[in-house]
């Protein structure tokens, strides 16, 4: 077996909302902060582990206060779902439309950090 194969290139973690409709949920097994970069604004990725058992990366905009508000109460063991509801039209000729997503919460059982 040839480790460097192209068919042994894991896909990426990381999940993309490409059309109206894309949504992807689970429970939160985790949460960090991401540094913007290569025109990426600063953004809070909740990694979930979705129900087929995958780990997944969201990662959202610090700047969309809509949001982080909705976002900002989840905890580990929290069920967290992202939806891309909408397009808004761009504000300015030649740019992309903005990206309208809604966060879904259903609070878990509290995760109480281990002590070791």
Known sequence: MDLFDKKNIPSSPWFKFEKVGDKVGGIVEGMFNQP????????????????DGSMVNVGIKTTSMYLMSRTANVTI???????????IPAKKKGMHPAKSIEAFVIKGEPVEASEE
């Open 77 to 87: 063991g929290d069920q967290l779902g992202f939806q891309f509801v909408k397009e």
């Open 36 to 51: 913007g970069r290569d025109g990426f604004a600063d953004q809070k990725v909740f990694t979930l582990k979705t129900e």
